[in-house]
């Protein structure tokens, strides 16, 4: 007796087919599986044997063999317990297969029958679509999460009885229905807004110009000037995410785990802070079988690193690549995986061991060699890649004593910003590049081009900054970004003076 089910599996943010041959023949009670398991696929042994001697179904005492194929792909987890009982059933002619080589089965199982929620089921929901199956049997926990794909039809189950049920009057079943644009809108709410900060426009100006062309931005100021509050605000600003937007979002943090039990779809920005004792591996992906880091779970939002120079030196290098690149690739034994990491970097700072350097009112403390030692910290190539640098002093009395914030809220900023990204997504038409931040050499020559009195300024800014071609590039990238939001279809001479002043720290504090 032999039959076939599939079921699926997640390698990197994707998902394959896995099908589950279950052959069983006379001989001595054995219960073996195949196709390079790991110990919770052992383990599933046991689940599945009391799993459908619980629901009531009978369990042979044969010799019972299941491979799980591809057979040269480790497989992991849980998630094949339902489609290994569902195989042992239909093999011995306890419910009815005539559907099932039409969908896939995915879950894992309790003891008692029940079928609990497992990770990366979105990735699985795109798979089962790319292979043209009608449809897909998950938990009930996972179903709003697979419905959001659309063009496959979901059921969700609570218990194995119920996947038994559904099979044997498949014709009668109703599969959950799904609006994945309706999620997308339902929640778009902040609970924080840029006209709670008190003063500091200069400051809400370089981060609208970040947002407006995905800069990376760098705050610089002493303690309690606002750093943290502003950078918190940042997502109220950035443009909505749009479907595509949210189903990559959403893949990377269903295949790590972090997507709640009710959560169907990631509708908001990612806003990720992680602690400064952070390991490289935490930041970046890792581990014996390669997850999603911190800059993968900010995928198309905002990574905030708070206390810049507090984090390791090692952790903060392997940060070059993805801001470059806008991916991440891990090698390990097991294989190598990439992830990707496009985002934006806000990171914030005291300009000093003591954090007054550079202060109105409080005097410095630290020595010439402890402030050098402490910039120092951040090395040259990581500041390339940081477009703004910006100045957050401490905030004058007059604006700290009023009763609240008195500057645009974040919906007004947003506006602008929204229109300044359609002008990027019509400008690249037809490319992959989402916005100014990402233009390679190609297009600044196309879209950048500037005239002689700007290439002027730009030379006396190079001499007198000591700039790099990276960080030249970048001041011709911010200005370009500059112009979008002034609706300006040429660079101008205002657009560049304004650029090179978020370059100013690299003189005032690195130079």
Not at 276 to 287: E, P
Not at 465 to 476: E, P, Q, T, V
Request: glycine residues 8%.
């Amino acid at each position: 007796m032999l039959a076939q089910v599939d079921s699926a599996a997640t390698l990197g943010i994707d998902a394959y087919i896995v099908r589950v041959e279950v052959d069983i023949a006379p001989g001595l009670p054995l219960f073996a599986i195949v196709g390079l398991p790991d110990a919770a696929v052992q383990e599933s042994r046991e689940r599945v044997r009391s799993a459908v001697r619980n629901t009531g179904y009978e369990f042979p005492i044969r010799r019972i063999t299941i491979n799980l194929a591809p057979a040269d792909i480790k497989k992991q987890g849980p998630a094949f317990d339902l489609p290994i009982a569902i195989g042992v059933l239909a093999a011995t002619g306890q419910l009815s297969t005539d559907h099932l080589d039409k969908g896939v089965f995915v879950g894992e199982l309790a003891l008692d029958g029940g079928v609990s929620p497992v990770a990366g089921i979105l990735p699985i929901a795109i798979r089962a679509k790319a292979e043209k199956k009608k449809f897909l049997v998950v938990p009930e926990a996972n179903a709003r999460e697979a419905a959001v794909v659309g063009d496959v039809d979901i059921y969700p189950v609570k218990t194995l009885a119920e996947v038994v049920a559904l099979l044997n009057e498949f014709d009668k079943s109703t599969p959950l229905p799904a609006d994945p644009v309706g999620l997308l809108n339902a929640d778009q709410h902040y609970d924080i807004d840029f006209a709670d900060v008190k003063g500091q426009e200069h400051v809400k100006r370089a981060l609208e110009v970040a947002a407006a062309g995905g800069h990376n931005i760098l705050l610089v100021g002493p303690p309690g000037s606002g750093k943290t509050m502003l950078a918190r605000r940042l997502p109220t600003i950035l443009p909505p995410l749009n479907l595509d937007e949210a189903l990559d979002i959403t893949k990377i943090y269903s295949i790590s785990g972090l997507l709640g039990t009710h959560t169907a779809l990631v509708t908001k920005r990612p806003f990720r802070s992680p602690h400064h004792s952070i390991s490289t591996a935490a930041l970046a992906g890792g581990g014996s079988n390669p997850r999603p880091g911190e800059v993968s779970l900010s995928h198309h939002g905002v990574l905030f690193l708070d206390e810049l120079p507090e984090f390791r030196r090692d952790v903060l290098e392997v940060l070059r690549q993805p801001l470059e690149d806008g991916h991440v690739t891990i090698a390990r034994i097991a294989g190598t995986m990439t992830y990707p990491a496009r985002l934006m970097l806000v990171a914030a700072m005291n300009p000093c061991p003591c954090g007054y350097y550079g202060d109105t009112i409080k005097s410095c403390t630290c020595s010439p060699q402890m402030i050098s030692k402490y910039l120092q910290r951040i090395s040259g190539p990581l500041l390339d890649r940081i477009d703004i640098h910006i100045e957050v002093p401490r905030l004058p009395q007059d604006e700290m004593l009023q009763s609240s914030g008195t500057g645009e809220t974040s919906a007004t900023i947003r506006s602008r910003i929204i229109a300044a990204r359609d002008v990027q997504k019509q400008r690249f038409t037809g490319t992959d590049l989402q916005n100014n931040a990402s233009m390679a050499s190609k297009q600044l020559k196309e879209y950048c081009a500037v005239d002689k009195e700007v290439k002027d300024l730009l030379r006396a800014a190079i001499s007198q900054l000591g700039l790099s071609a990276r960080a030249y590039d970048r001041i011709l990238k911010l200005a370009r970004t500059v112009a979008d939001l002034d609706g300006a279809k040429d660079i101008g001479l205002g657009h560049v003076a304004e650029s090179i002043q978020y370059r100013a720290l690299d003189r005032k504090l690195w130079g």
